[in-house]
């Protein structure tokens, strides 16, 4: 008898007549078998299902499945901010306290651009939590916690938004790993899809680097330790990077060489003064008679500086009163004081008098232009506000304003000395909270300078910093339109109240300085600095073209220099170099400054 399978498809087996027998499907059959097959599909998908959520239970939040290891969720990689598509480096074996250049590229989803400066700033910083330390943080870093700003001007939705950063090995050898983030400065949210890791793999020397091709990325006999415990670890001082050693960083940029009287823009001197460049005073009718560079000087000699009194009698010994625009903002601004004081409207009425830590709640309403007051009665008027305090030690708290350090977030830069006034500017449709007060005291709230630097320098950088605003309390131009003198953020950092506490030594050098400015044939002088140099500084014409300017022509650092890269526009001082001339050669401040300005003089102005 012949044998068939009975499994043969189109093929029954009929067991009665033991033969083999054909038979056509029927339409019916064919439905019903597709019937069945969509059930079973049906039952193992709800079992898969169902496997696939217990084995996700222990990664509640991560986008992970154990059926699929490379799953996307789809509705989160559609929410989005950032995503990367260029990182220079994941892992890298290095020397232990060496520094090296990173460099990260992301995808702007958002549907804003981001900016290097402004409310719509995206800045690379530390994975949080931000009052951490880490291991890896490189002098030229803005800040503890912010290693780069945005390397363009801009990144419109769409573009490719690049930060360049530099990195340094911790002093011991081990496996470093440190995770960053973008963050976006006006609300402070952290970037979807931005977070990245870089490993450093730090060894005593290069000779134990693990040879090319090797299987581990590390030399298994001289593997360095696994560090698990980020333990700080004790550096030399260094100098503090603040925005303002970024001066000229924008201008830069432009790549503008020449500067034709018919060829300059307003813009472009607006977006300059920004950053401290003063283009306008760049155009010259007449030919400037540029000196020649000094001959090397590896040993600085002193420099006796020629101080000249020039007291005006219309000013008072703190100088003439700044207005100093703190930030804008649509929310209501409350505000108190540790004394009574008086909220007045532009012509000097008296709109409400309060006592000490009273509250004064100020609504603007940007349809009919009008300011809400609400203290011991409510008002409403027209006129802009202005707030004065009982005497010169009142102490304005804004209690609606977070500014908190990124290294304590436990304090918040919300107390000003002087008046205060919140007024609107047509020009621009923003609210301001401005801050009235005299220079000196000003001067003592900016955060550009460490506790810790050395006092000669900070009272060099003091004095550049008060050339700086003396320049634009002269002028009177730059943000006339919006009705204050200087800018809190991209001037000069200004924080007020909490940091002349925290900074005495800066107050001590705004006290050993008073009323002195930096001139050149009797005139104020423009006195960028930067961050450090690759060894000489910069003349202006190097830089930025046009015609030079006397006193900034090119100088040699100081004998014991060892930086190599130039980071900043170098025109000027050297934060560094004036750092060490302080701290190891025994300079004084108008040393330092005849050292890296070239025949100024200082000036007592009141």
Not at 238 to 261: A, N, S
Not at 332 to 354: H, M, Q, R, Y
Not at 564 to 577: D, E, F, I
Request: proline share 5%; hydrophobic share 35%; with cysteine.
């Amino acid at each position: 008898m012949k044998i068939y399978n009975p499994i043969s498809f189109g093929w029954k087996y009929n067991q009665k007549l033991e033969v083999a027998v054909t038979k056509k499907r029927s339409q019916f059959d064919f439905f019903i078998s597709i019937v069945i097959a969509f059930l079973i599909i049906f039952v193992v998908a709800q079992v898969l299902a169902h496997l696939d959520g217990v084995i996700r239970s222990p990664f509640a939040g991560r986008n992970f499945s154990m059926l699929n290891p490379l799953q996307v969720n789809v509705a989160q990689a559609g929410n989005e901010e950032a995503f990367k598509l260029i990182q220079s480096h994941r892992e890298i074996n290095i020397v232990k306290g060496t520094g090296f250049t990173f460099e990260v590229g992301f995808k702007n989803k958002t549907n804003y651009t981001w900016k290097q400066t402004g409310s719509n700033s995206v800045d690379l910083k530390l994975a949080p939590p931000y009052s951490r330390q880490t291991q890896v943080r490189h002098q030229f870093w803005r800040d503890n916690q912010t290693p780069a700003w945005l390397k363009d001007n801009q990144a419109k939705s769409g573009w490719l938004a690049y930060y360049k950063f530099a990195l340094e090995a911790p002093r011991e050898s081990g496996v470093y790993t440190e995770k960053f983030v973008l963050v976006d400065y006006g609300d402070g949210h952290i970037l979807s899809g931005s977070e990245f890791e870089i490993t450093m793999n730090v060894w005593n020397d290069s000779s134990e680097f693990p040879k090319k091709g090797s299987k581990s990325a590390l030399a298994p006999k001289s593997k360095p330790k696994k560090v698990t415990v980020q333990t700080p670890v004790p550096q030399p001082p260094k100098v503090e990077v603040t925005e303002q050693m970024y001066i000229g960083r924008k201008c830069l940029e432009l790549d503008v060489k020449k500067f034709k009287r018919d060829s300059v823009t307003e813009d472009l001197i607006n977006d300059c003064l920004q950053i401290g460049i003063d283009l306008a005073d760049n155009i010259y009718d007449d030919p400037v008679v540029v000196p020649s560079t000094p001959t090397n000087n590896t040993n600085p000699t002193t420099v006796p500086a020629t101080v000249v009194n020039d007291i005006n009698s219309s000013v008072g010994s703190n100088g003439p009163l700044m207005r100093v625009g703190l930030y804008y903002t649509q929310e209501p601004i409350i505000i108190t004081a540790n004394t009574s004081f008086k909220v007045k409207d532009k012509n000097g009425n008296i709109l409400a008098s309060l006592n000490a830590n009273q509250i004064a709640q100020t609504t603007f309403n940007f349809s009919n232009l009008t300011y809400n007051l609400v203290g011991n009665n409510s008002t409403s008027t027209a006129s802009y506000l202005s707030f004065e305090g009982a005497n010169t030690n009142t102490v304005f708290e804004i209690k609606s304003l977070e500014q908190r350090p990124a290294w304590n977030t436990s304090l918040n830069d919300n107390t000003f000395l002087g008046d205060l006034e919140i007024r609107y500017a047509n020009a621009t449709g923003r609210l301001w909270v401005i801050n009235e007060i005299e220079l000196e005291t000003y001067l003592k709230g900016l955060a550009e300078s460490s506790n810790s630097s050395p006092l000669e320098y900070q009272k060099a950088l003091i004095i550049g910093a008060r050339t700086y605003a003396m320049y634009h309390y002269n002028r009177g131009t730059k943000h006339a339109d919006e009705n204050f003198i200087v800018d809190a953020k991209y001037d000069q950092v200004y924080r007020g109240y909490g940091t002349q506490q925290r900074l005495p030594t800066v107050s001590q050098a705004v006290e050993e300085t008073r009323a002195q400015i930096v001139t050149y044939n009797g005139e104020l002088a423009i006195t960028p600095y930067f961050s450090h140099s690759d060894g000489r500084t910069r003349d202006w014409t190097e830089v930025w073209g046009g015609t030079g300017k006397p006193w900034l022509v090119s100088v040699d650092e100081p004998a014991g220099y060892s930086k190599t890269t130039l980071y900043g526009h170098g025109v000027g001082m050297s934060a560094y170099g004036a750092i060490l001339l302080a701290a190891d050669y025994n300079y004084t401040y108008d040393q330092i400054l005849k050292y890296y300005y070239t025949g100024p003089s200082l000036k007592k102005i009141y």
